[in-house]
């Protein structure tokens, strides 16, 4: 083993990386993003309740940013090795930490509330950063991944459901 030069640049081992979708949207374009998201995370092999659950979740996070972000937003997709990630930022105010540090299940009769726990409930994993300039929240989905042959037990917590 060499001494290596410390002031030498160091080599980044690349990540395989898909980018599939890039886009900024508004309320008018949110039904339009879902469709286009569907398609391409399909192409990456996500089938069945596992893409339709990511799909959904993808929904709630673009709806959030269009009702509570300011009314528009970036949206980012990528496949990394056998894993689907999803990006929704926008330029609102943020989300206080204690409506992010509730994690339970908004009460059935409640109007609102469901989009950050939907979509946590929906993919593999979910990350918010927030503040004063904006949120992001990325989510992930492994592809290949499989599913119960009856899709999966409604009478399982989805946190057990998911893997």
Do not use: K, Y
């Amino acid at each position: 083993m060499t001494d290596a030069d410390p002031d030498a640049p160091r080599t980044v081992v690349p990540i395989e990386s898909t980018a599939l979708l890039a886009e900024s949207f508004d309320r008018g374009r949110v039904t339009d993003l879902r469709h286009v998201v569907a398609s391409s995370v399909e192409a990456t092999g996500l089938s069945g309740q596992r893409l339709d659950d990511f799909v959904l979740a993808v929904n709630e996070l673009l709806t959030n940013a269009v009702r509570h972000g300011g009314g528009r937003g970036v949206l980012r997709l990528w496949c990394e090795r056998d894993t689907v990630l999803c990006e929704v930022s926008d330029d609102g105010g943020g989300i206080g930490a204690e409506r992010l540090a509730d994690r339970q299940r908004p009460a059935p009769d409640t109007a609102g509330g469901w989009g950050l726990w939907l979509a946590e409930q929906l993919s593999d994993s979910m990350d918010v950063r927030t503040g004063p300039a904006g949120t992001t929240v990325r989510i992930t989905a492994a592809v290949g991944t499989p599913e119960p042959a009856n899709g999966p037990d409604p009478a399982v917590e989805p946190e057990r459901r998911r893997q």
